[in-house]
């Protein structure tokens, strides 16, 4: 599996993006998938995760209500809208793959990840 991130760039606070990340191979409708964030000089962040079939999404506490993770099976790709962006919401992030297992926050328990997209949320 192959993931590629895009959507970053920069936005003022208060305003809207919307990430998407494609996946090409492996079979994309049988793994749950994750969206985490690197700001610099701090560790990677979970920010959401949404199961394969999309019954259940979870969501970090720092983003709960203004994120809203989705994903389309037949383009093989998740997205990640966010809302009231806040300048502390300035990371690289990136999309990942949980090829077995429950949902988890962790970074060490996803299996592949994207190169990441730059957000920046401007005060």
């Known amino acids: 599996v192959q993931l590629v991130e895009s959507g970053g760039g920069l936005v003022q606070a208060g305003g809207s993006l919307r990430l998407s990340c494609a996946a090409s191979g492996g079979t994309f409708s049988s793994y749950g998938m994750g969206w985490f964030r690197q700001a610099p000089g701090k560790e990677r962040e979970f920010v959401a995760y949404?199961?394969?079939?999309?019954?259940?999404?979870r969501y970090g506490d720092s983003v709960k209500g203004r994120f809203t993770i989705s994903r389309d099976n037949a383009k093989n790709t998740v997205y990640l809208q966010m809302s009231s962006l806040k300048p502390e919401d300035t990371a690289v992030y990136y999309c990942?793959?949980?090829?077995?297992?429950?949902?988890?926050?962790?970074?060490?328990?996803?299996?592949?990840w994207g190169q990441g997209t730059q957000v920046t949320v401007s005060s």
């Open positions: 990942a793959v949980r090829f077995g297992g429950w949902w988890s926050q962790k970074p060490d328990e996803y299996d592949v």
């Open positions: 949404i199961s394969a079939t999309a019954y259940s999404t």
